[in-house]
C-alpha cells in the first residue's frame, strides 16, 4: 500500500499506523512547490522522516487541478490518503453551498484509493502523533483555501450555534446512504426513518411516505383522533398491508370492510399496536387500557 502524504499530522498518522497494524506501508509526496521554501521543506521532511518518494506536482495552480495532478501518480498501487471526519464535514458544507446536495468524500474512490481514517476527527490524528513521539508540518496556505475558510470560519460558529453541528451534518449522509440503499434494494419491502415523523417505504416497485409509528407514553394526536393508554409499549401508527388484530387472526382489511371505512380514510386510519400486533382500532375495536376520542372539525 502507497500512502499520500503531505506531511501533516492527518498522513503521517496513516503512515505510521498502517506500519504498526503490520501492513507494508511505502508513502508517496507529491511536491507542489507553491510555497517556495516552505514546499521544499515539506518535501524533505516526508523524504527523510516518512522514507517519501517525492514527485514533481508543479504546473497545476487552481484546486481542483492540484487534486488532479496528486491523484494522477502511482496509480498501478493501492493508494490510501489521510482525509478524516473533519475533511468530511468540510466537503459537506461546501457542496451543500456549491451543488445543493449533502455529498461527502467516499471512503473509496472510483479509481482505488481509499480513506481509512474517514471515521477519525482531525484532533485524533494530531493527538495520535503527539502520543506516538511523531513530528508533522503545517501547510501555512491552508487558510487561504476554500477549505480553509471553512475550516478556520464556518465550523467554529456552526459549534457556537450547536455543540453537535459537525456530527448532525455528517449524518446527512447516513440518510442518503440509507435512503440510497432503501431504494436500491431488491427486497420485497423496506422500511426508513426519515426523521420529522415521515417513513420512506418500499415495497417491489413502489415507494412511498407514511408517518412513524408513535410510542403512546403520552397522549397521541392522529389525524382526527386523540389517543392515550395506561398500559406501557403500545405505540400508534398507519395500517400497514397484511395487519391483523392481535390473538384473533382476523385481518385489518376485513375489520374496516365490516365497519364500512371508506377505502380512501384507511391508510390514515390510526391503529394502536405492540409490536407487530395490532390491539385496536379506533373507533371500531376497542381494548383495555386504551382510550380514543375523535375531535371532527366543524
Known sequence: MTALVSGGADSTCLWHSLRELGYRVSALHVDHGLRGEESAADARFCREVLGAEVVDGRGATTEEALRERRYSFATDR?????HTASDQVETVLYRLVARGAASGIEARRAD????????LWREETEAYCRAAGLAFRTDSSNPGTKRGLIRERIVPLLRELHPAAERNLLALLDDRDRLRELLAGTGASRRLDLGGGA????????VWLERTPVALDRDVRWGEWTISASEPGLKVRAWRAGDRLAGRGRKIQDVFVDAKIPR?????????VRGDEVVAVPGIVDAPGVKAERVVAG
Open 78 to 82: 493501492l493508494r490510501a490518503t489521510g
Open 112 to 119: 482505488g484509493v481509499v480513506r481509512p481514517l474517514l471515521p
Open 199 to 206: 417513513t420512506a417505504v418500499r415495497e417491489y416497485d413502489s
Open 264 to 272: 380512501t380514510q384507511r391508510e390514515a386510519w390510526p391503529l394502536v
